[in-house]
C-alpha cells in the first residue's frame, strides 16, 4: 500500500484547494459557505518518482467552536492512525489560533511527521513577518504556501517526501 499524506486543519484555511492544487485536478469540493457536508477524499499523488496517497479532510455541520473543536481532535486521531505524513494548514491572515494550538499539541504527541503549511501568503518574495508567529506551534519551519497560485507548493511536497 502506499503511504498516506493526510492534510488537517481548521474549516476555511484552505484544505481542498491546496489538495487541489498539488494533485493538479479539481476533485474535491472546495466551498465558502460553511455547514456543506464534505467527505473525506483519497487520491493518488507524485512527486519527484515517489507516490502516496493524498487525503483531505474536511468539515461538516454547523461551525461551532466546539463542534470545530470536536471535529478537528478526530480528524486529527484518524490521520495519526492512518497517516505516514500529517501536513497541518494554518491560515496566515487569522493567524495562529488556539484551535491550531490544541491540534498541533495532538499531533505533536503522535511523533508522526507533522509539516507546517501556513496557507494563504499570496505574495510573492520576502516571506511576510505573520508568518513567523507560526513558530510558536512547536512544529518547527513553517512553510508558507499559497493554494490557489502554486507558491511555496514544491517545497511543501520536498518536505514531505523527507519522511516517507
Ligand atoms: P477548507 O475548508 O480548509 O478545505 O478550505 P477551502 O479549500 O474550501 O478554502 C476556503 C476558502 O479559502 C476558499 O474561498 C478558498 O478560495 C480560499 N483559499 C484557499 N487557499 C487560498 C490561498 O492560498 N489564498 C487565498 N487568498 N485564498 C485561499
Ligand atoms: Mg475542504
Known sequence: AKPIVAIVGRPNVGKSTLFNKLIGQRLSIVEDTPGVTRDRIYAQCEWLN???????????????????????????????????VIILVTDVRSGV??????????????????ILCVNKVDSIGDTPAEVYEFYNLGLGDPIPVSSTHGHGTGDLLDEVLKHL
Open 97 to 114: 489560533t488556539a484551535t491550531d494550538q490544541e491540534v498541533a499539541t495532538m499531533l505533536l504527541k503522535s511523533g508522526k511527521p507533522i
Open 50 to 84: 515517489h507516490e502516496f496517497m493524498l487525503v483531505d479532510t474536511g468539515g461538516i455541520e454547523p461551525y461551532s467552536e466546539d463542534v470545530i473543536l470536536s471535529q478537528m481532535r478526530r480528524q486529527a486521531e484518524v490521520a495519526i492512525e492512518s497517516a505516514s
